[in-house]
């Protein structure tokens, strides 16, 4: 069974930090690269940060040195380290795929506010 889910998310103050957690299923994570997506109120949902089943993470420009994407394949968990986060970080943050679509499943997020 395909599941997802995602925690860690809440308010923080301009510059502070948040550490995300998503938990998959096995039949996502074992053999995909995974990503940390967001969707703010009114856009689309965008790609941040991917990895690599071996490791190597790659990064939005907007989130580049602030946010570590890291996976622990042991315990199907995909991670996003955030720091330094301002206002424009606010959204919904979503755990899924590489390659993803709209029509694919998807967990319910986590909500990440940024106060300044």
């Known amino acids: 069974q395909v599941q997802l889910v995602e925690s860690g998310g809440g308010l923080v103050q301009l510059g502070g930090s948040l550490r995300l957690s998503c938990a998959a299923s096995?039949?996502?994570?074992?053999?995909?690269?995974m990503g940390w997506y967001r969707q703010a109120p009114g856009k689309q949902r965008d790609l941040v940060a991917g990895i690599s089943t071996g490791g190597s993470a790659n990064y939005v420009d907007a989130v580049k040195g602030r946010f570590t994407i890291f996976r622990d394949n042991a315990k199907n968990t995909v991670y996003l380290q955030m720091n330094n986060l301002k206002p424009e970080d606010t959204a919904v943050y979503y755990c899924?795929?590489?390659?993803?679509?709209?029509?694919?499943?998807w967990g319910q997020g986590t909500q990440v506010t940024v106060s300044s």
């Open positions: 899924n795929k590489i390659g993803v679509t709209s029509n694919d499943y």
């Open positions: 096995g039949s996502i994570f074992s053999w995909n690269a």
